[in-house]
């Protein structure tokens, strides 16, 4: 039987939030600082680099109140995946979330135990990983467990579960819970944005990527590389794959088709 939230705070678990700068990672977040001590809670950023929102750590340090923030990257970026692999991920094989997400900050996190257990302090071995999955999001999403032992991290000295503590919000809850704090979300959101991390996701909606490629073109100060929909682009190009799985309806479309935005050869 799974322990309690509260036994595990009892207990002095780290409790380490998982925060990409989105909306959901900022809501759960508020939720967490609200029962779990200071120094018990710390937060990994997975830096995506290029392909990410600029500002992504600036706005998670100013909407934060000081708890350590430690920032793990992958060993190679999401473009040097793609051109060495010659396609893109899909939503059945998501390699973007396993190596330049999950991997880096589980290794972080492994890391963290050791140099806190070796100072002395055994219970940081006692690690409750918190994610701002919303079963909302997908089908896939909703299946998920809640929370559950990590049997596959629970070694050499760690006791490890993973947390979904906005598992069961909606969309409009977690805006209502940032407002309630006096705070904002990413300036994304406001300009069209529904989702945050990659600006031009293998996940997103037609309008995400109408918008994120019009933002692209009128607001490059918002990307970390304002020439990032020309190198999708032209890594579709050059593989001769295309970024997003063929629709029922509209089989299968490059991204210059979804969006409307061309990119001139060779400009």
């Known amino acids: 039987m799974n322990p309690s939230i509260h036994?595990?705070?009892a207990r002095g678990a780290m409790f380490v939030a998982n925060h990409s700068g989105g909306k959901d990672s900022q809501a759960m977040y508020l939720v967490l600082r609200d029962i779990v001590p200071k120094e018990q809670l710390l937060l990994v950023h997975a830096d995506l680099g290029?392909?990410?929102w600029a500002g992504a750590l600036n706005h998670i340090l100013s909407t934060t109140r000081g708890e350590r923030v430690e920032v793990c990257r992958s060993r190679r970026t999401l473009l040097e995946m793609i051109e060495q692999r010659g396609m893109f991920p899909s939503p059945q094989q998501r390699q973007c979330t396993s190596d330049l997400k999950r991997g880096p900050i589980e290794r972080t996190i492994r890391g963290i135990t050791r140099e806190r257990q070796a100072a002395g302090n055994p219970a940081w071995g006692l690690v409750v990983n918190c994610m701002?999955?919303?079963?909302?999001e997908?089908?896939?999403?909703?299946?998920?467990n809640p929370f559950k032992l990590n049997?596959?991290?629970s070694k050499a000295g760690r006791e490890w579960y993973d947390w979904l503590p906005i598992h069961d919000w909606t969309v409009e809850q977690v805006f209502e819970m940032i407002a309630s704090r006096g705070?904002?979300?990413h300036p994304v959101y406001a300009l069209g944005m529904t989702r945050f991390s990659c600006c031009f996701c293998?996940?997103?909606s037609e309008a995400d990527l109408k918008t994120a490629a019009r933002l692209a073109t009128e607001r490059p100060e918002l990307l970390n590389d304002p020439q990032l929909y020309r190198k999708y682009v032209e890594l579709e190009r050059s593989t001769g794959?295309?970024?997003l799985m063929p629709s029922k309806t509209k089989g299968r479309r490059t991204l210059e088709e979804v969006t409307g935005v061309q990119v001139e050869q060779g400009a």
């Open 138 to 144: 997908s089908s896939g999403r909703s299946k998920l």
């Open 7 to 9: 036994d595990l705070i």
């Open 50 to 52: 290029a392909v990410e």
């Open 241 to 243: 794959q295309v970024m």
């Open 202 to 204: 293998i996940m997103a």
């Open 132 to 136: 701002g999955m919303r079963a909302q």
């Open 151 to 153: 049997e596959g991290n």
């Open 183 to 185: 705070q904002k979300p």
